[in-house]
């Protein structure tokens, strides 16, 4: 019997069981290895490793988790999730169960890309959705920002602190007269143009014939949980402006008794900062429910 499953072998499912493992308890991750930023080849704005490759990153920590005799890392898919607190039952794709008395969801989120041909094979590398992550390494050149909806307005607002911006409104949005005053008071170029799809390293193609080059390129995601497993067993969703989460209390406890959830799938905005400062918030709050069960 483990005393916490962690499902999502992440940034904050590995705070949120580094936590745990220091407080000697008998802890279980299960990873299916599909980090969000896998895309990237560079993380930014993470203190201490910034400029790292995040594949680099994710394998330190998890060598350091693994120096824990009370941890045990699992490869797999959770294929099911039943039981109650105390007596959670978790099975694997690789036909493994495991019985735990708290769960972790960790498992983050996937991110709906507009459907623009050419946008999914740049994500991550010349599309962005984050400027305090990937704003500065474009060196105040020319920033495009694509429309996905509302939210989209105050992104291309915040980027010209990185660079020139040309917003492309991209039929997703009806501008009113004050949000096009606004942006153009903070100097950025409105394109009502439709886009065409994306070439070369960051280059949009517009419907009538032009090409636009860019140092890079944002839009505003949405995202989704990763995985149906926080729906099939009934955790309460929210709707944010970035999209769903699994609605969790101020000690990461969701609406299931006995299981909590961290990181992106839990909190929004999203950065690897932000997510491993809430998996080491959750480690905590899961080791004193299980010390206090009745709080």
């Not at 936590?19 to 008998?26: D, I, V």
């Not at 045990?72 to 978790?90: C, I, N, P, Y």
């Not at 169960?97 to 094979?121: C, F, K, M, N, Y």
């Not at 969703?237 to 008794?257: C, F, L, N, V």
Request: net charge negative; aromatic share 6%; glycine share 10%.
């Amino acid at each position: 019997m483990q005393d916490v499953i962690v499902i999502g072998g992440s940034f904050a499912g590995m705070a949120a069981a580094l936590q745990l493992a220091r407080a000697r308890r008998k802890v279980l991750v299960i990873d299916a290895g599909q980090r969000r930023n896998r895309f990237a080849s560079r993380s930014h704005g993470f203190l201490g490793q910034d400029g790292m490759d995040p594949a680099q990153i994710w394998a330190q920590a998890r060598d350091q988790l693994l120096a824990y005799p009370d941890l045990r890392w699992v490869k797999g898919t959770v294929a099911s999730l039943s039981g109650r607190k105390d007596e959670f039952r978790v099975a694997t794709d690789p036909g493994e169960t495991h019985e735990g008395r708290r769960i972790l969801l960790a498992t983050g989120v996937s991110d709906q890309l507009p459907e623009i041909p050419g946008l999914a094979e740049r994500w991550g590398r010349t599309v962005f959705h984050c400027p305090y992550c990937h704003g500065f390494e474009l060196d105040q050149g020319r920033i495009g920002v694509i429309a996905t909806g509302a939210l989209s307005v105050h992104q291309a607002e915040l980027l010209p602190d990185w660079g020139e911006v040309t917003f492309f409104v991209n039929d997703a949005l009806t501008l009113s007269h004050d949000q096009r005053a606004n942006l153009h008071a903070r100097g950025v170029v409105v394109e009502d143009t439709p886009l065409a799809r994306l070439s070369g390293g960051a280059d949009v193609e517009l419907v009538d014939g032009r090409v636009l080059r860019f140092s890079g390129l944002f839009t505003a995601s949405r995202t989704e949980p990763a995985g149906p497993l926080a729906g099939l067993i009934g955790c309460e969703m929210i709707e944010t402006p970035m999209g769903r989460q699994i609605r969790t209390d101020e000690a990461k406890e969701t609406s299931r008794p006995g299981i909590f959830a961290c990181g992106d799938v839990a909190r929004a905005p999203h950065s690897v900062s932000l997510a491993v400062a809430d998996g080491a918030w959750a480690g905590a709050q899961l080791h004193r429910s299980l010390v206090w069960p009745e709080v």
